[in-house]
């Protein structure tokens, strides 16, 4: 059920927005163009990524 599965993406969504947050003070201390910011700049992309796709992920294996 919905309800067992609510305190996992609870803990889920604030770790990643702990994430992002660092993540986003990387990418304002580092260099243009540098193998970091783009590596860091990546992470960020796949974290936004992974949060939009969660919702609908959930949805499929709820309706399993």
């Known amino acids: 059920p919905r309800s067992t599965l609510f305190p996992y993406t609870t803990l889920f969504r604030s770790v990643t927005a702990a994430v992002l947050k660092a993540v986003e003070h990387g990418i304002a201390t580092t260099a243009d163009g540098s193998l970091a910011r783009q ?8 974290y936004d990524f992974l949060m939009a796709e969660i919702p609908s992920l959930l949805e499929r294996w709820y309706q399993r």
Do not use: K, S, T, V
Not at 39 to 46: C, G, K, N
């Open 39 to 46: 590596r860091l700049i990546q992470m960020r992309d796949f």
